[in-house]
């Protein structure tokens, strides 16, 4: 068991570029999440996948963002034509089905739009 | 829509002290109820959980009860050390359908030697 791994750990970027980061969820875990968190903030729901199915979404996803996760395995999130309020700790976790919804969370993915 | 209140922070106490951050909650179904750490340069870890009414969960000498009438799920512990020195969420998700997590706002603790 390695834990749920996220990459880049930190990505600067340029108002208007797109980003795309990574995240490797426990291997056994079927269900995987996305959450926001922004300083001084708990965590906000984004997302959720049960294997390769994304079953739910935030009204907080808008439009520029898109998340996958094919085959089931790892997830990616997408951010296009990122704004300065897209800045945020992006955070991945997964769990497994009957594991009483503990969830592991991944160290997260600090984004800064300039 | 479900939400999660704690008390505000932060919180700064001696060592040995007696720790409460009190959170409330408001569900429309019968959620489950967590307490999250996140120490400094850390992911979050689940401290401790608790799944029905008057259940109590419990880890590393921290305590919470879940307490259907008042909504609440206050964290305790008798003695806070230093290494307890993080930043403590509160959360609950309901039992079906995506069970995401819905966390309060967080309370930063520091204990002071």
């Known amino acids: 068991d390695t834990g749920v791994s996220q990459n880049p750990r930190h990505k600067i970027t340029k108002r208007g570029q797109n980003v795309t980061f990574r995240c490797d969820p426990i291997s056994e875990h079927n269900r995987l999440y996305w959450y926001r968190q922004t300083l001084g903030q708990g965590p906000e729901f984004l997302t959720y996948f049960q294997n390769e199915a994304q079953l739910e979404k935030s009204r907080l996803l808008s439009d520029r963002f898109s998340a996958e996760r094919p085959k089931g395995s790892f997830s990616t999130l997408e951010i296009q034509r990122t704004e300065q309020g897209d800045s945020a700790m992006y955070l991945c976790?997964?769990?497994?089905?009957?594991?009483?919804?503990?969830?592991?969370f991944g160290a997260g993915t600090r984004l800064s739009v300039l | 829509g479900d939400s999660v209140t704690q008390m505000e922070g932060p919180v700064t106490l001696s060592e040995e002290a007696f720790l409460t951050i009190n959170c409330t909650y408001t569900a429309t179904g019968y959620p489950s109820l967590f307490w999250y750490v996140q120490y400094p340069g850390e992911g979050l870890q689940l401290l401790l959980k608790a799944t029905k009414a008057d259940d109590k969960g419990s880890n590393k000498g921290f305590e919470a009860t879940y307490r259907k009438e008042t909504t609440s799920f206050h964290l305790e512990k008798g003695s806070v050390q230093v290494s307890d020195s993080a930043v403590y969420f509160c959360?609950?998700?309901?039992?079906?359908?995506?069970?995401?997590?819905?966390f309060g706002q967080g309370t930063r603790l520091t204990i002071n030697p």
């Open positions: 959360a609950l998700s309901e039992s079906q359908g995506a069970q995401k997590l819905v």
């Open positions: 976790a997964s769990s497994r089905t009957g594991g009483g919804n503990i969830q592991y």
